[in-house]
């Protein structure tokens, strides 16, 4: 990302900021130089901290920042242990390989002990494999899990066509990508199922682990995609309860999303090209999971790396079932 600023009074800019390869039309905020102009706070949107020599103190002073002007996604990554009883995982995204890691990371803590908290609040999505040893921990039962189909229009055929021509598939996917484009080009104006995968499928794992006994997942309205995608997943195990104070934000129905530039080149239009299999009958978009517990305490959103009243709530309902 690129940064153009305008002063403008107070130590506050109009910042223009630009992407690297100029993919996207500018971006125009606020912004504020803090901290003897060490911290850099794009107003409603992120922080960044002026690199020194010492990469551990420049981390610690942007986890510890407190923001003048929020966005209410300072969430960052959490892992320890809340006592004898309960591990705690804070899992702000699915765009990383974050959640395996730290369930490989801390194994036994998590499997010594009979509660664990895995709080996904701001969490909005990512890649469902990014999350696939939380679910093997808190499985209990086989469970049916609803595949998605493919619009197939003359327009997406195409993308894909151009796609495969000019070598843009990803390594090892050539011939998966083949095989969708063949069943569209045989159903052009209706959904089809990806022949190499996509359908529905009944989830059965080989083991049920005796710890944890119960798993409390903290949520919010800011959960969707992928984190919605891990909820429905989890509300299928008998040792799951969802904490919370609202639904989540309801966008996943519809996926595998593009961008398409208007006439104007001043505004993008992002068409899906697939849905869920759930559809009709049971949709999430602009619905969202609700919590099956309604936290009644005041939601914090600036969570940083800090434990709240929410995780301590969640810990005390979990302990006092025991």
Excluded: C
């Excluded at 086989?142 to 493919?150: D, L, M, N, Q, V």
């Excluded at 070598?167 to 045989?186: C, F, P, R, T, V």
């Amino acid at each position: 990302m690129i940064f153009e600023a305008t002063n403008l009074n107070n130590n506050e800019f109009e910042l223009t900021s630009y992407r690297r390869d100029g993919g996207i039309t500018p971006i125009r905020k606020i912004a504020s130089l803090n901290l003897n102009n060490n911290v850099l706070e794009i107003h409603e949107d992120t922080r960044y901290v002026r690199q020194s020599n010492d990469d551990i103190a420049d981390k610690a002073l942007l986890y510890s920042y407190i923001a003048e002007y929020p966005n209410g996604l300072n969430t960052y990554t959490v892992a320890m242990f809340l006592g004898d009883s309960t591990f705690y995982l804070r899992i702000p995204d699915f765009e990383s390989n974050t959640a395996n890691d730290l369930v490989q990371k801390y194994w036994s803590e998590i499997m010594s002990r009979p509660n664990l908290i895995i709080d996904i609040r701001n969490n909005g999505g990512g890649q469902d494999n990014f999350y696939q040893k939380l679910a093997e921990i808190i499985y209990t039962n086989p469970y049916e899990s609803k595949g998605i189909e493919w619009y197939a229009t003359d327009g997406i055929i195409a993308e894909r066509e151009e796609l495969i021509e000019n070598g843009q598939i990803k390594e090892g996917y050539e011939e998966e990508s083949k095989a969708l484009l063949d069943e569209m080009k045989k159903n052009v104006g209706g959904f089809v199922v990806h022949p190499y995968y996509g359908g529905d499928e009944i989830i059965k794992r080989d083991t049920i682990y005796s710890n944890p006994k119960k798993v409390g997942i903290i949520i919010n309205g800011n959960n969707a995609s992928s984190a919605e995608q891990f909820l429905l997943d989890a509300k299928q195990s008998t040792k799951v309860v969802l904490f919370g104070n609202e639904n989540t934000a309801g966008v996943l129905d519809y996926s595998n999303i593009t961008p398409k530039e208007l006439p104007s080149g001043k505004y993008s239009l992002w068409l899906p090209a697939t849905r869920s299999r759930r559809l009709p009958d049971n949709p999430i978009d602009n619905i969202g999971i609700p919590p099956d517990v309604s936290i009644p305490l005041i939601p914090q959103e600036q969570l940083y790396n800090r434990l709240d009243d929410w995780v301590y709530y969640v810990k005390n309902y979990l302990e006092l079932q025991e």
